[in-house]
Each structure stands twice: as structure tokens, then as C-alpha cells.
């Protein structure tokens, strides 16, 4: 299985990179005809002015 994974503004880390991978392993068990995965981290930045925390997504 091909995986891709980039950051939206945000630089991808090592630890995140892992951590990508082993939720997609699980993924695997369940879809066995799977060729590639393409996942997009950001920062959801919806509920921060008004004094939110920024949420972290992946698509």
C-alpha cells in the first residue's frame, strides 16, 4: 500500500508520521484491495478566536 502524507501548513514530524501509520494499519485489517492512502494534516483554526483551542485534522 503507497501512503502519502503531507502537512497544510504545518511541517510533518517524525512522531506524527508514525503515528499516521499505525491508525492506517488498522485500516488495512478491515480493506484488504487498498493501493494507496493520500492524508493531509492541518490545523482547524475554527474555534480559536474566540478563545478555543486549534484543533488538529487529517483528511
Do not use: C, W, Y
Not at 2 to 13: E, L, R, W
Not at 15 to 43: C, G, N, P, W, Y
Amino acid at each position: 500500500m503507497n501512503v502519502s502524507i503531507s502537512g497544510h501548513h504545518i511541517s510533518v514530524t517524525e512522531a506524527m508520521d508514525t503515528a499516521v501509520r499505525e491508525k492506517l494499519e488498522k485500516v488495512e485489517r478491515h480493506f484488504d484491495q487498498i493501493q494507496s492512502i493520500k492524508v493531509i494534516l492541518s490545523l482547524d483554526n475554527s474555534g480559536a478566536n474566540d478563545g478555543g483551542k486549534k484543533s488538529h485534522k487529517a483528511e
